[in-house]
């Protein structure tokens, strides 16, 4: 697959986010608000498991920063 332009290195967040919108606009649109939602949460949940096991977050620093 042919790599983007660098030119678009900067924006690569905005345009993930985007295309996450955009998905996320249409599931709601398929299947309503709750399914979408609930695919939503369990997809961030995933999302945050699999960053956890590759060691690209710390959970530990974030549940301190929640327990005051």
């Known amino acids: 697959m042919k790599q983007p332009p660098r030119s678009w290195y900067p924006y690569r967040n905005r345009i993930i986010g985007g295309l996450i919108a955009f998905i996320f606009g249409l599931l709601w649109i398929w299947l309503g608000f709750g399914p979408a939602l609930f695919i939503l949460v ?27």
């Open 42 to 68: 369990f997809s961030v949940i995933g999302y945050i498991a699999g960053a956890y096991f590759d060691g690209q977050i710390d959970l530990e620093s974030w549940f301190s920063f929640f327990n005051f």
